[in-house]
């Protein structure tokens, strides 16, 4: 496994004693890496002008573009809102993500609150699976959620999709057998949620975060 890049400056986060909401974009397309997921995965010739970087959170590889919506909550431990129980803390922020949903779709929005589903050889695509906390419109996967906990707090780190993620099939070494049709099936191609600001508004009230920090990625 080659060095990858991480996503972002988690040695900062350790240090940030507030509770902090952060709202993040990306330039252009990013594949991300889970945590402990090599990048023997990956077909090198695919790659081409793409950044690769690596989460420090569970889960399998995600394809970030810029019209996703990405939001993290980081909790530093003690803070009212964190919790040493990792599933609580998923279906928390599953919550505030279904609560702001609602109030914009009338599609069921269902936190899925069981146990991580979905075949082992589909993992390697987040999307691909169920996970605690995660959200489903009319069965289909809309937000992803993966968190990174040490002792100083929790990130929770969340993705409502803007568009299909069976892109990210490209840039597999191999495809596993079924994986392509269960991306077509939770493929929710645009979300008719209304203006992005007015969400993430909702998503600082539900959540009662102060004003959130923007970031901007592979400028």
């Known amino acids: 496994m080659s060095v990858v890049e991480d996503l972002f400056d988690y040695e900062?986060?350790?240090?940030t004693e507030l509770a902090t909401m952060f709202v993040a974009q990306?330039?252009?397309p990013v594949l991300v890496l889970g945590s402990s997921q090599s990048d023997d995965v990956l077909d090198p010739s695919k790659l081409a002008s793409t950044t690769l970087?690596?989460?420090r959170g569970g889960g399998g590889l995600v394809l970030l573009r810029p019209?996703?919506?990405?939001?993290d909550w980081w909790l530093p431990a003690g803070e009212p809102r964190w919790s040493p129980d990792v599933r609580v803390s998923s279906i928390r922020a599953g919550a505030w993500w279904a609560s702001a949903l609602s109030e914009r779709t009338t599609s069921r929005v269902v936190v899925h609150d069981g146990p991580l589903e979905g075949a082992l050889a589909h993992r390697v695509v987040c999307f691909a699976g169920r996970g605690?906390?995660?959200?489903?419109?009319?069965?289909?996967k809309a937000v992803g959620l993966t968190q990174w906990r040490v002792r100083q707090g929790v990130l929770v780190s969340t993705v409502l999709r803007a568009e299909p993620t069976t892109d990210v099939l490209g840039y597999l070494r191999e495809v596993p057998?079924?994986?392509r049709s269960v991306l077509d099936d939770e493929a929710l191609g645009s979300l008719d949620v209304g203006d992005a600001e007015a969400l993430v508004e909702t998503l600082r009230e539900v959540s009662s975060s102060a004003e959130p920090r923007?970031?901007?990625?592979?400028d």
């Open 214 to 218: 923007r970031r901007r990625f592979a």
């Open 177 to 179: 057998d079924g994986l």
């Open 132 to 140: 605690p906390g995660e959200v489903f419109i009319d069965g289909q």
């Open 53 to 55: 970087r690596r989460r």
């Open 12 to 15: 900062e986060l350790r240090a």
């Open 26 to 28: 990306v330039a252009r």
């Open 67 to 71: 019209s996703d919506l990405w939001v």
